[in-house]
């Protein structure tokens, strides 16, 4: 059974960092990609980025490019997203998805992890 | 780039047939695949359209997706609407970077 599992809820102050992870399971972790979308309470979601965990290929949303980072350890078939400096408006629901391709739809969603950044 | 405009909300009663649009602002709706994901409350989005008009396995055939390159949009659309299908829809392309692009989503009400 194919299963992404996230990291559980984070509170951090502003300024803080954090990486927050996302396990695939279940199928070969290098042959497909895993997407972060964000969804800020009551809001819509936003593509933040991807990577193929196979080869490290990356691609940002212009909206996040710099804002965050996305990378992956194939060893522990884990993804991840980090912040080095978090802010009170990061604060927001996560989702990790996996892809078969790019361009290709999702065919998987974690469970999601909610980051709240207050201080 | 393109953005990517749904209603923010469509309503109906149980039993009946619904239609949610995605216009597609600048480029053609054909030139990438479109997909659906509905979200329930407090739950992870799960994909009920994928490339246009197909179904995964496990989605009832009461959900079907189109495209209509005339009014440059694509439309989800659930018949005999169960209290179930009550959840926010999302349509989704990607760009000429393959980025992924999300409609603001759209709230239906089954009442």
């Known amino acids: 059974e194919v299963q992404l599992v996230q990291s559980g809820a984070e509170v951090k102050k502003p300024g803080e960092s954090l990486k927050i992870s996302c396990k695939g399971s279940?199928?070969?972790?290098?042959?497909?990609?895993i997407g972060w979308v964000r969804q800020m309470p009551g809001k819509g979601l936003e593509w933040m980025g991807i990577?193929?965990?196979?080869?490290?290929?990356?691609r940002y949303s212009p909206s996040f490019q710099g804002q965050v980072t996305i990378s992956a350890d194939k060893s522990i078939s884990t993804a991840y997203l980090q912040w080095s400096s978090l802010k009170a408006s990061d604060t927001a629901m996560y989702y990790c998805?996996?892809?078969?391709?790019?361009?290709?739809?999702?065919?998987?969603w974690g469970q999601g992890t909610l980051v709240t950044v207050s201080s | 780039n393109f953005m990517l405009t749904q209603p923010h909300s469509v309503s109906e009663s149980p039993g009946k047939t619904v239609t949610i649009s995605c216009t597609r602002s600048?480029?053609?709706?054909?030139?990438?695949?479109v997909q659906w994901y509905q979200q329930r409350p407090g739950s992870s989005p799960t994909t009920v359209i994928y490339?246009?008009?197909?179904?995964p396995s496990g989605v009832p055939d009461r959900f079907s997706g189109s495209i209509d390159s005339s009014s440059n949009s694509a439309s989800l659309t659930i018949s005999g609407l169960k209290t179930e299908d009550e959840a926010d829809y999302y349509c989704?392309?990607?760009?000429?970077?393959?980025?992924?692009?999300f409609g603001g989503g759209t709230k239906l009400t089954v009442l």
């Open positions: 998805a996996r892809a078969p391709g790019v361009p290709a739809a999702v065919d998987y």
């Open positions: 279940g199928y070969s972790f290098t042959s497909y990609w």
């Open positions: 990577i193929y965990p196979g080869d490290s290929d990356t």
């Open positions: 600048s480029g053609s709706i054909a030139s990438n695949y």
């Open positions: 490339e246009d008009n197909q179904r």
């Open positions: 989704q392309s990607y760009d000429s970077s393959i980025h992924w692009v």
